[in-house]
Structures are given as structure tokens and as C-alpha cells.
């Protein structure tokens, strides 16, 4: 999957396919109980385009595979012909997953971020945050990176895959103050970053929770950026976000606040950053669009 879906082209891809467009119903999602674990989550997404390729992923998220040294997500994905139903591809869709999900997220802080930013900070250490460092550094030339995870002993097993210049944060709160973007992907109710610590000018890229319980920032990171939050879809961050819903529905922000969504980023018609000192938040819970190019990308190699 690394060979089949390069950053840079995978980038380049998602930037197009978010700006031409494609078929996506809100995707399925049941809960799956889980006995003495919070409950993990089936989910089905279906995309296509018109006259071409129909791709549809079946994924199970389970949360407690942290505990087990799992991967939190187990995917698959098929590729159809759109106009005869024929079957074209099945792949194991984890790793997709993470390299759209990074991609994506790298995608929108290449769009949003200042464009002299030089730290980045990432918030978790699974297999997505692993995947969010290549994706980032392969858009912006960061000077220097730094991981913080709730297990220490996970950010350092992460850091020690990359070379020197990624470091692991002892102290979430003094990282958070210190970076120009932070990238997040974690399974958490409770905010982790808090919004009074930005940095005038930050970037904030939201891209683990996705349901509307699970929250990564605080109200005051999204009052903060208010005028500069960008969802991936409008339906899904309305449907499942809980970092956009949950201020939403307390007053901190409005429905103008949220001043685009992927395609419109892609196409130049959202503009998030009106100056350097606006803080910018990118808010995803995952798009089929996202896995159709991915997948259609993967097949074709």
C-alpha cells in the first residue's frame, strides 16, 4: 500500500477529487457493544463516480485495541465497476485508511496553515499519528516535530522510527503552546488541547474522533477559530463531529463559522486564513471520497 499510494501523488489526488466531486451518501454507522469496553463502532461507505468506479469500505473500530497492542481500525475495501457491478479489487483497507486519513489532514494544513510555520506537534501515537508525520512533512519543511501520547511509551516507540529530528513532548499543554500546527488523532470524550493555549496563528487539524460524544478540543480552541473551521463534509461534521457539534449546540460557535468544507477549500472558494494571526481549525470524521480515491489510486498501480 506504501508503493501503491506515494504522499506527494496521493495529495495531489485528494486535492482533485475533493474539487471535481463524487457520490457519497452519509456513510452507515451501528454500535457494537463491547463487554467491559467502550462500545466499538461498524461502519459502511460507499462513493462513486458517475460512469466509472464504485468503491464501498466495510471497517470496525474498537478502542480498547490499545490495551491489546492493536490497531484501533480493521478495514477492508472493494472496487466495482460503476456501470457493469463487476468486482475489481479487494484490499485490506487499515493502512488505506491511515494514508488517506493523513493525507487528507496534510492536505488541509497545507491549505490553512501560515505559510511560515515550522512546528508541528502530534497528538497520538497510533498507527494514524504515524502515518500523519510522512503526510505532513512531504507538504511543509518542518524544522521540528514533536509526539505526545497519553502512553509515553508509545510516543517514544513512534518517535524512534523517524530520525532525530522528531521528538517526544513530556507535557501536552507547554507543546500545544509552542506549535504552528497540531495534528490530532485520538479516541477521546474528553478534550485533550486547550483552546487558550494556541498560539495566535495555529493550525489545528482534528482528525480521530467521529462521533459526536468524542472531542479532541476544548470549546475555546473552536471560539478561538472561529471564521477559520473547515470541515471535511458538511454532512458528516453535522451528523458525527462531536468537536463541531457539541460548541455548536452550547452557543460557542455558529453555523458561520464553519466557512467551507473540502471542496470548497480545494476549489478556492473557502478562505479560512484571512491573516497570520487567524487560528484555523480543519475538523474530519473521514470520507468516503477519501477511500474511492485512495482505492482507485491502489488499483490502478
Known sequence: MQAALPWAALISELKEAFAKGVSQPLRTSHAVPVPGEPDATFLAMPAWEEGGKLAVKILFIAPGNSARNLPAVNASVMVFDAVTGQAE??????????????????????????KDAKSLLIVGAGTIAGNLIPAHCAVRDYETVK?????????????GQFDEAVTVAADLDAAVAEADVIAAATITNEPLIKGALLKDGAH????????TEMREADSEALKRAAGGIIVDTYDGAMAEAGDITQ??????????DIVGDMAELCR???QPRTS???????????????????ARMAAAS
Open 247 to 256: 460548541p455548536l449546540a452550547e452557543g460557542t460557535i455558529t453555523r458561520a
Open 147 to 159: 509526539i505526545w501520547a497519553r502512553r509515553p511509551e508509545q510516543a517514544q516507540a513512534l518517535a
Open 268 to 270: 478556492g472558494e473557502a
Open 89 to 114: 479489487a479487494v484490499m485490506e483497507g487499515g493502512e488505506l485508511t491511515a494514508r488517506r486519513t493523513a493525507a487528507t489532514s496534510a492536505l488541509a494544513a497545507d491549505q490553512m496553515a501560515r
Open 276 to 294: 497570520d494571526s487567524q487560528i484555523t481549525v480543519f475538523k474530519s470524521v473521514g470520507a468516503a471520497i477519501e477511500d474511492f480515491t485512495a
Open 204 to 211: 489545528l487539524d482534528l482528525v480521530g474522533g467521529f462521533t
